[in-house]
């Protein structure tokens, strides 16, 4: 079982101050955890019922601390409400700063602040083949447990690289295409083989900063009378119509 003072640092990790002074966050759920152990991530710790160790016998390293814990127990140490298999503390990475290869897409995140919507857009990033997101300073934490899992895995496969926002899009030497309420069809937009994604924040859409170095605005035509879509959803229309243009 985990001891006391191993579930305080644990769940300390729940909380941005204290992954940034560890340099750790958390991994929670099999899929997850499966995922995080055939990365590149250095795994410092992993926390799993007898179940899941029996049942993923190769899935780790030998020289790994491994700590056999029950369900009920890593529900007190997570994030998620029901967790049979296990929790992995996990080293960060340094950032890698982005460079861009003129036939490859990236999305820029401009105060994208939720979470939940921060995960699903790398997952859906990874499912269109789109390794990395820009992400301005004011953009939700990437190692938050709830971006980790409701990305399903893709946080592995994803660059993630938190900067001034305008400062990268005035040096950058792609097309900048921003997603806003009035612009070009994307249904009938060419869109080129390489460029970037600005994605504006849930509620109030692209900064007036950002959208000035907009070259191209695009939108998703309505059909009906819903006021608006929620980001991550966007974003994957907006992926599968640059895949499609391709």
């Known amino acids: 079982m985990v001891s006391k003072s191993n579930a305080k640092f644990i769940k300390s990790l729940q909380l941005k101050k204290y992954r940034k002074q560890e ?6 759920g099999a899929k997850s955890v499966l995922e995080v152990l055939n990365s590149d991530y250095e795994v410092r710790q992993l926390i799993a019922t007898e179940e899941f160790i029996s049942n993923n016998p190769r899935a ?3 020289g790994l601390e491994v700590t056999l814990t029950s369900a009920k127990q890593l529900a007190t140490l997570g994030t998620l409400k029901t967790n049979d298999a296990a929790i992995a503390v996990v080293h960060m990475k340094p950032q890698q700063e982005i460079k861009l290869p003129s036939d490859e ?4 995140l401009d105060n994208i602040n939720d979470p939940g919507n921060l995960g699903t857009i790398l997952r859906i990033a990874d499912w269109y083949g789109i390794k990395a997101v ?15 899992a409701s990305s399903k895995g893709s946080f592995c496969r994803v660059n993630v690289f938190y900067t001034d926002l305008s400062e990268f899009l005035i040096s950058a ?5 921003g997603a806003v309420m009035e612009g070009e069809d994307v249904h ?3 869109l ?12 109030n859409g692209i900064s007036e900063e950002v959208l000035q170095l907009v070259g191209r605005k695009i939108t998703i035509p309505r059909y009906g009378k819903a006021e608006s879509l929620n980001v991550a959803m966007a974003t994957a229309i ?5 895949r499609r243009s391709q």
């Open 23 to 28: 340099q750790c966050f958390l991994v929670e």
């Open 60 to 62: 780790y390293p030998s």
């Open 105 to 108: 897409w990236a999305i820029a």
């Open 134 to 148: 820009v992400a301005s300073k004011e953009t939700a934490d990437f190692y938050n447990p709830k971006v980790i």
């Open 173 to 177: 030497s792609l097309p900048v295409y």
């Open 188 to 190: 009938s937009t060419q």
């Open 192 to 203: 080129g083989q390489g460029g970037i994604l600005v994605m504006g924040n849930e509620a």
């Open 238 to 242: 907006i992926c599968d119509n640059i």
